[in-house]
């Protein structure tokens, strides 16, 4: 009986060696499985008016990311910080405060209309832009963009 243990023992230990060796290696694809395609990217629409329309109250603190892509250009993220509790108003005029921060005012207008919309318009013959609402984290806002 004691020699029959160490030969189980090692029987046991060689049987577990080659169960690891069999099994592939975590987070790495079988060889024989392609790569899946990646999606492919949105069209981007362009034109030289946007109207940001916010409605209700934020329940909770978040972000808000926009992304603007001139046409031809390259894509900047606007983040827009919002606090619990602002108001739908408050929430458009932190919108345009951060528009005006991060973007400028140098080719755009920026302004407010009926108190919970952002008005965005190219001026001086720019080109057109194309601006998307990326994410919001901020529960009970909604935050639509409308090409005008």
């Known amino acids: 009986m004691k020699m029959l243990r160490p030969v189980l023992a090692a029987t046991a230990l060689l049987a577990a060696s080659l169960a690891l060796a069999q099994a592939p ?5 079988p060889e024989s499985s392609a790569a899946a395609p990646a999606a492919p990217a949105k ?39 919002v606090k619990k509790g602002t108001g739908e108003n408050d929430v458009a005029r932190t919108i345009k405060k951060a528009f005006e921060a991060q973007l400028g005012t140098k080719e755009q207008s ?39």
């Not at 952002?118 to 090409?147: A, C, F, P, Q, Y």
Request: proline content about 2%.
């Open 25 to 29: 290696a975590t987070g790495t694809p």
């Open 43 to 81: 069209k981007l629409s362009y034109t030289d008016d946007y109207r940001i329309s916010v409605n209700h109250d934020a329940d909770s603190d978040g972000v808000i990311v926009f992304r603007v892509t001139p046409k031809g250009g390259t894509a900047q993220d606007i983040t827009v910080d």
């Open 110 to 148: 920026i302004e407010m209309e009926d108190g919970e919309n952002v008005i965005i318009e190219r001026s001086m013959g720019n080109k057109d832009i194309s601006l998307l609402l990326v994410s919001s984290t901020v529960k009970g806002v909604t935050v639509k963009v409308h090409r005008d």
